[in-house]
């Protein structure tokens, strides 16, 4: 999911431990305000995962939640720093790959 209002990728718990063999460093935790005003805690870091889109590669350091009703949306960092935009059309919403570094 992408979340254009979210100021951090965040993963959920389940989704880290499944499908990201990399190290979570858990002394980063933070507390979380959603948009609903419910809170939360984030229990550790996750750096440097490659996330892949078709044929796009980018990379994000992703936030791990215990429990979330999400898999991993994907905030506005990375869209920033990987240059990804959303441009509407009459026949849907396309996500752009305008980072000329992202390997496709």
Request: proline share 6%; hydrophobic share 35%.
């Amino acid at each position: 999911i992408v979340d254009t209002g979210s100021m951090m990728n965040i993963v959920s718990e389940e989704t880290y431990r499944n499908y990201i063999p990399r190290p979570c460093d858990r002394s980063e935790t933070i507390g979380l305000l959603a948009a609903n005003n419910s809170t939360g805690q984030l229990k550790g870091l996750v750096s440097n995962v490659e996330l892949r889109c078709g044929a796009a590669r980018t990379w994000a350091n992703l936030y791990v939640i215990e429990k979330a009703p999400f898999q991993l949306p994907l905030g506005r960092p990375w869209q920033r720093d990987n240059h990804i935009s959303i441009e509407e059309r009459e026949d849907g919403t396309y996500l752009l790959f305008r980072n000329p570094f992202i390997r496709i």
